[in-house]
């Protein structure tokens, strides 16, 4: 056989070709599914050589320490299967860490599992939780994950939006929107897009909301040290009547800036931890052990990284904002996270989609509009700008959004 049969025989094999020789058609699964509006913008602000406010991403190197050790880690022969539910070494580090930051006592062996990423976490999470026919509350905007790993499992995303302009829960809204059929409800605190932030009342309100039900909490919280101006971080951790429904779920690649490592963990009790083990084991069985070695020696010698990780991306956020002043953007508030929203309706009269790409092209900015993360998209004209960058990122990419001005005078 010719090498040209070779690949067809084998493509017939896979069934990607008919026997006519015609492209198979499928039907997929999630139709509504596209591309993500980060690897969009990220591919635009490539192509159109723009800076890159756009995919939240650091353009930052990781410690010194974190690197060395996943270079040792390598050398040291760590290369082979770690335990599928996370190396024990770090497990014990993320136990120790999760009392001493929120009081809450946890156990290594039966609590923690390490993923390849929060994303991972919150599908496994998922997965191994809601039913077909299930209920899940989404409250929009949401990030980007939660949607398509509910509809695969033939669930509902209920979807609720947050209250402008604070992002905040609309209790009554959320409390009509509990029904028997409800399996969970997922938070993102710090939340991505808008950095709006729990609070402990929040907290309270919940429990006192979900305490006749069976409702599981799944609580995302990558960018649990990112919280600004004194606040406290309200992970479901601190109230233990929510963390024993709670999936709470963290990520390495925000707190140590290495977000292509794709290491994330889930903190459940025991028996939540069981079923999302069950998912992760044939998910991905286990994740990238060199970087778990490495995450867990730096977490054990440098705890002061994560402790001065707010204090670091309050000091961007202040930078970027001043630094913005000086153009046409009105700036919405921050209290957490890594994401500033701005306000762009004195710029132009556009959809967020329209305007981004105007942006990307014509200006040399790439941010990500807000539209994606609503299943309705409210008329507001916000998108939003990452400022996990270094100060010559920043500086340039707000001298680029000054010539807005010139756009704005236009329209005056
Ligand atoms: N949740 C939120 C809110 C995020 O912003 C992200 C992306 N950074 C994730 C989850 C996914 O994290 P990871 O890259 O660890 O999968
Ligand atoms: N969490 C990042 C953001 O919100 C993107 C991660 C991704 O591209 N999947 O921009």
Known sequence: ???????????????????????????????QVGTTIFSVMSQLAQECEAINLGQGFPDFEPPAR?????????????????????????????????????????????EVTVTSGATEAIFAAIAATVRAG???????????????????????????????????IDWQRLADAITPRTRMLIVNSPHNPTGAVLTADDLDRLAALLR??????????????????????????????????SFVISS????????????GYCVAPPALTAELRKVHQYLTFASFAPAQWALAEMLEAEPEHHLELSAFYQDKRD????????????????????????????????????????????????????????????ESRLMRLCFAKNDATLEAGAARLAALNATAALRR
């Open 1 to 31: 056989m010719r090498a040209g049969q070779t690949l067809f025989a084998a493509v017939l094999a896979f069934g990607v070709v008919s026997r006519a020789g015609s492209s198979m058609q499928i039907e997929s699964k999630l139709p």
């Open 252 to 263: 390495f690649g925000k707190t140590y800036h290495c977000t292509g490592w794709k290491i």
């Open 134 to 168: 299930d209920e899940v509350i989404v409250l929009d905007p949401a990030y980007d994950c939660y949607v398509p790993a509910i509809e695969l499992q033939n669930a509902r995303a209920v979807r609720m939006p947050l209250l402008q302009p604070e992002f905040s």
């Open 319 to 378: 930078r970027f904002r001043a630094l913005l002043a000086d153009t046409p953007l009105v700036l919405q508030d921050v209290p957490g996270g890594y994401f500033q929203l701005v306000d762009y309706s004195a710029v132009r009269d556009v959809d967020d989609a329209t305007f981004s790409q105007w942006l990307v092209r014509e200006v040399g900015v790439a941010a990500v509009p807000l539209s994606p993360f609503f299943e309705t998209p409210p």
């Open 66 to 110: 974190l690197r060395e050790a996943l270079a040792r880690a390598v050398a040291d022969g760590r290369n082979q299967y770690p335990p599928g539910i996370g190396v024990a070494a770090l497990r014990e580090q993320i136990a120790y860490k999760t009392e001493a930051l929120y009081g809450r006592s946890t156990d290594p062996g039966t």
């Open 212 to 245: 006749d039900t069976s409702v599981l909490i799944l609580s995302d919280e990558v960018y649990e040290h990112m919280v600004f101006d004194g606040a406290l971080h309200q992970s479901m951790s601190r109230h233990p009547e929510l963390a024993a429904r």
